[in-house]
């Protein structure tokens, strides 16, 4: 079946201790985000990517981090820098395109739950 | 900086009754505007999609409209169902063309 995969589902995270959550899809799309959910507020953006080997800050990175070295795959580490980092962490991905068209429509994972113990 | 209103935050129907979702934005300047749907604990599901050459979305019972001019848009959904409780987010397209701008969503119980 052609998706994202979000990778673990629940996640801890010690003190002081970096962490990873995968993503991972198959739909072949050019552009990959992750966006951060906190209880009764909207998704925003972390990072995002538009092409392999490239990447964008979006409007909370601190204390985040990201590569992307293959199209299919977009990990995001959590560091021990982020002080407060339970929250629901979402993937996305759309396929790149000029504004304004269909391709444009975001996909996204089941998420990732992480909580700091 | 754009940012997304969704109103009411929550919302409680009898089955059946039909219903309006508002979202409006602080930057009229919209290039499209995505519908989302969030069961609790679960990721999102895409509704519908308005193009910025578009003004409105139809799929089945959901019918979204875009009005950029005064930068709103809304939801309506046709006899509702218990099985469409749940969150309904909107977000728009930021002006880079790069990630979306989403709203805090607003939470359906709709009972039987």
């Known amino acids: 079946d052609g998706g994202i995969t979000q990778s673990p589902k629940y996640l801890f995270r010690k003190e002081g201790q970096n962490v990873t959550l995968s993503c991972e899809q198959n739909?072949?799309?050019?552009?990959m985000y992750w966006y951060r959910q906190d209880p009764g507020q909207g998704l925003r953006l972390i990072y995002y990517s538009q092409i392999v080997n490239d990447f964008q800050k979006g409007d909370i990175a601190e204390g985040y981090s990201v590569s992307r070295e293959k199209k299919e795959s977009f990990p995001l580490t959590v560091t021990s820098a982020q002080k407060n980092p339970t929250a629901f962490y979402l993937c996305a991905s759309s396929a790149s395109s000029p504004r304004g068209t269909a391709k444009n429509i975001q996909y996204f994972g089941a998420g990732t739950r992480l909580s700091v113990l | 900086k754009q940012e997304v209103t969704q109103i009411p935050a929550a919302l409680s129907v009898p089955e059946g009754e039909n219903l309006v979702l508002n979202c409006s934005f602080t930057?009229?300047?919209?290039?499209?505007l995505q519908w989302f749907r969030q069961d609790p604990g679960k990721g999102l599901t895409s509704l519908l999609l308005i193009q910025s050459s578009q003004r409105e979305q139809t799929s089945g019972r959901l019918n979204a409209s875009l009005d950029k001019s005064s930068g709103r848009s809304t939801l309506y959904i046709a006899a509702s169902q218990p099985g469409d409780s749940a969150t309904y987010l909107c977000?728009?397209?930021?002006?880079?063309?790069?990630?979306?701008?989403f709203g805090k969503g607003t939470t359906l119980s709709v009972s039987s």
């Open positions: 977000a728009g397209l930021n002006q880079a063309g790069t990630a979306l701008i």
């Open positions: 739909l072949n799309h050019d552009a």
């Open positions: 930057d009229s300047a919209i290039y499209n």
